[in-house]
């Protein structure tokens, strides 16, 4: 089964730098990738997806890239705002009826 | 969130009782899914729903049952719940096809404790 790792430990950023966050995977390259944010006591909110034949995906403020070589997503948040702080969690492809596997997530940070 | 409701939204039980958590969905697709989310462990996927009395098994589904009866509602059931099943439980819907694009709805949660 597809194995996701997501660093666990908490990415504390200045307000206005980029964050960049990162999703590896050890298996199979998946077809797609998905974004998710989530706030504490919220469920999950879909915010992007890319798939394997795509480099790169834009939308707002943020950008997704999806390396099947290095078998690695970037997500990055430019200028980043106190309002970005959660959790992001990427999520994988794992058999029909579209289930994903979710990583473990990485908190973000955002100080004014 | 819009189109799915969890309920209840906190419970305490005793060890052994039975628990029944409720999905309700208004935006009638096809997939429903239940997850439970601990520290340390991420999302889980305990079952799924892939239409109206079609469910299957998820990795974490020992312990637990579920039922389909309508499109809109998706039960969640810890036949005698256990300490191990403390938790906070999410259920996410998605459409067939277009939900790749649109990812996973989820509902705002139910945390479970079992004393």
């Known amino acids: 089964s597809q194995k996701i790792e997501q660093n666990s430990e908490a990415l504390n950023i200045q307000e206005g730098k980029t964050a960049t966050l990162t999703c590896n995977y050890t298996?199979?390259?998946?077809?797609?990738l998905q974004w998710y944010r989530q706030d504490p006591g919220r469920g999950p909110v879909f915010l992007l997806l890319i798939r394997e034949n795509e480099k790169e995906k834009r939308k707002e403020r943020l950008k997704v890239t999806f390396d099947t070589t290095l078998k690695q997503s970037l997500f990055h948040i430019t200028a980043s705002q106190p309002a970005d702080s959660a959790t992001y969690l990427c999520a994988l492809p794992s058999g029909g009826y579209q289930k994903v596997t979710f990583g473990t997530g990485t908190k973000l940070q955002v100080i004014p | 969130d819009a189109g799915i409701t969890q309920s209840p939204r906190h419970k305490v039980t005793e060890t052994g009782t039975p628990v029944t958590l409720r999905c309700h969905q208004t935006e009638n697709h096809r997939y429903m899914y239940w997850y439970r989310q601990d520290p340390g462990h991420g999302l889980r996927l305990i079952h799924y729903s892939y239409g109206v009395k079609d469910t299957d098994k998820g990795e974490v589904s020992d312990g637990y049952s579920v039922s389909r009866s309508k499109t809109e509602d998706f039960l969640l059931t810890l036949e005698s719940a256990t300490s191990s099943q403390t938790s906070v439980y999410f259920c996410a819907i998605t459409e067939e096809g277009r939900g790749l694009e649109d990812g996973y709805t989820f509902g705002s949660g139910t945390r479970l404790t079992v004393v």
């Open positions: 298996n199979y390259s998946p077809a797609y």
